[in-house]
């Protein structure tokens, strides 16, 4: 049974940093999609980031330049840095997983059928 389980977060002021984490237990796909996302209240989940078995990395317009995904394949954990942070950013933040190339959407939530629990970020002005 695959199990995502997040961490990190928290609140920061405005142009500070944070960084998300997602373990994947259970997940022993060699080739695979992780991504994360995220939902402020009263808006529909958005992505954020994604990254493939293959290194290749995909992010929203909105923080490009700003965030930064990445994966330890040894320990199937993947990592959302998030520097410059804006109040626009605050929102909870979800990971996603599931085996398979990432394809031509992946930022689309319809791509993953395993997601975590969530984790709230807070950036204040």
């Known amino acids: 049974q695959v199990q995502l389980v997040e961490s990190g977060g928290g609140s920061v002021q405005a142009g500070g940093s944070l960084r998300l984490s997602c373990t994947a237990f259970?997940?022993?796909?060699?080739?695979?999609?992780m991504a994360w996302f995220r939902q402020a209240p009263g808006k529909e989940r958005e992505a954020v980031a994604a990254i493939g078995s293959d290194g290749i990395t995909s992010y929203a317009d909105s923080v490009k330049g700003r965030f930064t995904v990445s994966r330890d394949y040894a320990i199937n954990r993947f990592y959302l840095q998030m520097n410059s942070l804006k109040p626009e950013d605050t929102a909870m933040y979800y990971c996603?997983?599931?085996?398979?190339?990432?394809?031509?959407?992946?930022?689309?939530?319809?791509?993953?059928?395993?997601w975590g629990q969530g984790h709230q970020v807070t950036v204040s002005s």
């Open positions: 259970g997940f022993t796909y060699t080739m695979y999609c």
């Open positions: 996603a997983a599931d085996g398979g190339r990432c394809g031509l959407n992946p930022l689309s939530p319809r791509r993953y059928n395993y």
